[in-house]
Structures are given as C-alpha cells and as structure tokens.
C-alpha cells in the first residue's frame, strides 16, 4: 500500500523554479515542487536525468544556479551542516565500504551530530538502548559485533539503514538505496522504512530507479526528463505508458497490482513482430 500521499499540512521542503549548470550544461531547469511532512515523495527518472542531482539541492550539498531550495523555510545550502544532520540524514545507492568497525560501531556512529568534541552525548536519549532497539528492529543481532568486512553488500546496506535510523532525523533522503540488492533485500529494505515512517512521522524522499518499488513505496512521483520535471502526482497519474514510452524509449505494458491496485510496469522486448 502506498504511503501518505500528498495531504500533508506543513511543507518540509519547497523547491521553487531550482536550476544548476554545470560547465555551461544545464542539469536541472526550472523545478518546482513541495513535500509535506510525513510523505514519502518518489524522484524517478531515466539515467542523467537529474535525480541526484536534485537531491544533493535538497540536502543542500550543492547550492542551485538558480531558483531556491527551501527546507523548512531556509534555503537548504545555508542550513549549518552538523545541526542539519540532527534531523535531516541521506542514505546513499553504495552499501558502507567495509571498514574495520563493527556493525554496532558503525550504527553507533550515527549518534555523531549530537556529540560534543570530546565525543560525549547531552540530553535525555539513552544511545546504548536506542542501538540495541536498533539492531533488534534490523535483525542484526547475530552480526552487530562481527567486523564490516565479513558483510555481504546486502547486509552492508542494512547497517547503513541502522547508522541514519541513530540519527533519529525528521527527513530522510534515499539516493537509490536498492540498486544493488536482489528483490528479497530490496522489498525488506523499503518495508522497514516504510514501518519506520509509519511510526515516527518520518518524512522520506527516495531517488529511485525501480518504479514498480516507486509506485508501491511512493505517495507521489516526480518523473524527470532531461532536468525537467514531466510528470508528477500519484503513481497513476505518472506511470502512464504512453508518458513512459516519451521518456524511457520504450514500450511498457502498465497493470494494476492485483494486491495495492498501484501500477506496475511489464516490459517487452523491442523486436516484437
């Protein structure tokens, strides 16, 4: 079932008329959007369209060339980097490198934006328990002492969901978290953040190259083309196969889910008779 659509109240991000040139290349050109608190808001979109790199403006790593990017209120490059990671975390498309850490280190890594330069922690949370509910809710219980080289690249990825989850942030930002694992490790992956969301109001954007997992994760879709937005709504109001057809060069075959009732998208092969 698809997730909070778009009848949230307070906007937590505001993209307004955004752009950024690189070398004179325009990547992304005139965008605009909001996502309202507690929606999970999918970015699709095929290769160098521009995915990322909207979402690098949305974390504020990149300042646009032109128009704002706003997080709650404030442009989002202006925002203090370590405040920002007190309620704002990115999960990357690449699994953790294997460091010569341990799961539970790593995981506990996450609590870094709340400690002072001695490495110590103020206020009422109890990092140790918040770890151990952590590695529970994850079923890493069995590896959180064993070192992050001894990890499979799915389960490098389920210690990285750990490490931002010890954030404890409002808005979590997906950069194509799934693309590497296989479809038990992706759904498991997007389950457990959608139970997170569930329970602490968590705001989610997700760049997303699969869209069938975009259409059963995502309240609304922003699809982009060359840098610009061509679609955005609810899943069937985006995944429509005569748009996809425009903008993957291919002919999809759009279904409804028989469980969820969202769209899924068959392929066929291009030398049809």
Known sequence: MSINGAAAVESIITVEDAGITYS?????????FSVGAGECFGIIGPNGSGKSTLLKLISGVEKPSTGRVLLHGKDAHAHPRKPLARWAAVLQQDALPPLGFTVREVIAMGRYPFQNWLGDEAGAVDSERLIDDIVARLELRQ??????????????????????????PKLLLLDEPTT????????QMMDWIRSWQQD????????LHELNLAAQYCGRLLLLQEGRIVGLGRPEEVLRSELLEDVYRTQPIVLKHPVTGVPQILLQSGDRP
């Open 180 to 187: 590497y694992l296989d479809i038990g490790y992706q759904v």
């Open 24 to 32: 004179s290349r325009k990547v992304l050109d005139k965008v605009s």
């Open 200 to 207: 602490s109001g968590l705001t989610v954007v997700a760049v």
């Open 143 to 168: 590896l959180q002492h064993r070192s992050m080289d001894a990890l499979s690249g799915g389960e490098r990825q389920r210690v990285a969901l750990g490490k931002v989850m010890a954030q404890q």
